[in-house]
């Protein structure tokens, strides 16, 4: 068992709380800040977060997605808890960013590259996040020398699944309202849908507010995506490159939307300024 010392509470979800804290790894046995996740006792949380460790498995070696050091049972107060022991954000995330306001056209094209480069990894190995939103994209120092502030990586993969050819049966309404897609209020688990809430993000990365900024309930919001599948509003203003690439995340058919892989190449990534071409160069043999 880890010498772990629990600092602060991060963030807490439906199976589990994620703590900062301070642990003793070997073979130095020095302390490092990690991020903790912790389960409660109860057995649908811990069968839920072994679940994200084996897909956090599939996806070792991409740097676009968290990573996951270890993992271990412990005896705790409340009872056996299960543990994942991941890298720490020290930056915090992707919303806390645009908190602050709009990001400059350069950064949303990069970060944009970064996300969809962990989506793509995410997607060939046959699963779907069902859940990408800002906050479940994590800040980490920048490594290359393209100009980016910062090094994204998708994380929180609890209700992630495989991807399914059809309705998943009784499971409705995985993911967070604002950033679902139409399909995915009907249950159906495809890798596009991913796709969807992306487009939601370059919004908020472009403008600072909700890709459904107008809408004022859920009610509402499920209404204009699962009965009149309706897409969010394309800003006005936008490249034509950006808004080329925005509408093909949000085709209102999953079979017409665009792959991961397929947005790659998309010309908006490739039409900023001399920064971003020398991030995509340093970048390249990762992809």
Known sequence: MAACKKLAILGKGCYGTVYLAAVILPPQLEWKMLA???????????????????????FKGCKEIVECYFDEFSFEREGFIYNLYM???????????ICKGPLPDDEVRMYTHMILKGLSCIHTKGVVHC?????????????????????????DFGLSREESKGP??????????FYM???????????????????????????????????????ELMFRLGFL??????????????QHFLSKCFQKDP?????????????????????????????????
């Open 255 to 287: 079979r017409q939307r665009w792959s991961a892989a397929m947005l790659l190449d998309h010309p908006f990534l490739y039409s900023a300024s001399y920064n971003m071409q020398g991030y995509l160069a340093s970048s390249s043999g990762s992809r």
């Open 181 to 219: 897609s139409p399909e995915s209020i009907l249950g159906e688990i495809v890798t596009v849908l991913d796709v969807w809430s992306l487009g939601c993000i370059v919004i908020e990365m472009i403008t600072g507010f909700h890709a459904w900024w107008n809408i004022k309930t859920q009610r």
């Open 229 to 242: 599948e309706q897409a969010p509003i394309i800003p006005n203003g936008l490249s034509w490159d950006c």
């Open 36 to 58: 903790v996740k912790s389960s409660t006792p109860l057995s649908v949380s811990i069968c839920s977060m072994q679940k994200e460790k084996r897909m956090l498995e599939l």
């Open 131 to 155: 859940d990408l939103k800002p906050e479940n994209i994590l800040l980490f120092p920048s490594c290359d020398d393209g100009g980016a502030r910062f090094q994204l990586k998708i994380a």
């Open 168 to 177: 998943y049966g009784e499971i409705k309404f995985r993911g967070t309202p």
């Open 87 to 97: 890298e720490f954000a020290t930056h915090g995330c992707l919303w806390d960013l």
